[in-house]
């Protein structure tokens, strides 16, 4: 019931077009400030609005079969989980030189 007023909304039917008129960092944007509006209790956990959009976003994506909008989706939603790239780094054996 509360996702409905995003659900319903042309922020999911603008991003699911072809031409993708909005990007997947403005979706995540309202979608965050709809969940801080009606789940102000969930909003102290972490993870829970990123994981809520996701799952709203990818359900309306796949039932209007928007491969390419998804596809866009997730790529973003899969870096946003997991943050910054960090740097690579790799340990050395200063005994055997080898990681």
Not at 21 to 46: I, S
Not at 47 to 54: K, L, M, S
Request: aromatic share 12%; hydrophobic share 40%; glycine share 6%.
């Amino acid at each position: 019931e509360k996702d409905l007023p995003f659900y319903s909304s042309t922020v999911l039917t603008n991003f699911g077009l072809a031409n993708h008129r909005m990007a997947p960092e403005e979706v995540w944007r309202q979608c965050a400030e709809h969940r801080q509006v009606y789940f102000l209790v969930r909003e102290g956990l972490e993870g829970v609005a990123e994981a809520d959009c996701n799952l709203l976003v990818s359900n309306f994506l796949i039932s209007r079969q928007s491969w390419s909008a998804a596809q866009t989706w997730w790529h973003f939603s899969l870096l946003q989980r997991r943050g910054p790239a960090a740097p690579a780094a790799a340990s050395v054996s200063l005994e055997t030189g080898e990681p």
